[in-house]
């Protein structure tokens, strides 16, 4: 299982003993990392993944649309291959499917629906944890690579419990964690 840190969008979040989560939006033009609203201080996306140890998983969260040709690019000059991305609204979903960019949908106690042709499924919980190890399997069983998001990112350290017992079985392929340490 991979360990993904949560918003690793700065060089002094990188570890490379861990996969990153980070976020990029699109400012004049050009894709940078950033969380938030991009500033003169964003840092270019192409410099950042030059930076990160590419054995580790990298799951990049769309904040922007009309992206995908030129994360293709970046994805390609930098010969990125152990990654997928998640957050795209649908049509940029399908665009980025077809730029044979690597593609995750998001289910969580809002959204149900299976999204063709993606190879991973990130799988939140906002409010509870609403899934169980019959639902992942399941999601397996289809094909897809699992990316849980750990509780404590939304606050609720008191479903940490169920969350560990959950991971314990070994479904999970990735977990998007603020302590990775743990792990």
Excluded at 16 to 39: C, K, T, W, Y
Excluded at 136 to 157: C, M, Q, T, Y
């Amino acid at each position: 299982m991979k360990i993904l840190k949560h918003r690793v969008n700065s060089y002094d979040k990188i570890d490379d003993n861990f996969g990153a989560e980070i976020d990029i939006r699109d400012q004049n033009g050009e894709l940078v990392v950033s969380h938030d609203l991009p500033n003169s201080s964003s840092i270019r996306l192409e410099e950042f993944l030059k930076k990160i140890n590419k054995q580790q998983l990298i799951a990049i969260n769309i904040k922007s649309v009309e992206i995908e040709t030129n994360l293709k690019e970046i994805i390609s000059k930098i010969d990125l291959e152990n990654y997928f991305t998640f957050d795209w609204p649908i049509p940029s979903l399908i665009k980025a499917q077809n730029n044979q960019i690597i593609c995750a949908f998001r289910l969580s106690e809002y959204e149900k629906e299976i999204f063709p042709n993606c190879s991973w499924v990130w799988i939140d919980s906002f409010k509870e944890i609403w899934y169980g190890q019959k639902e992942l399997e399941d999601l397996k069983n289809k094909g897809f690579n699992i990316a849980l998001v750990s509780p404590e990112l939304h606050g609720r350290e008191i479903d940490f419990g169920r969350f560990e017992s959950i991971v314990d079985t070994g479904i999970a392929d990735a977990i998007c964690t603020n302590n990775p340490e743990y792990w």
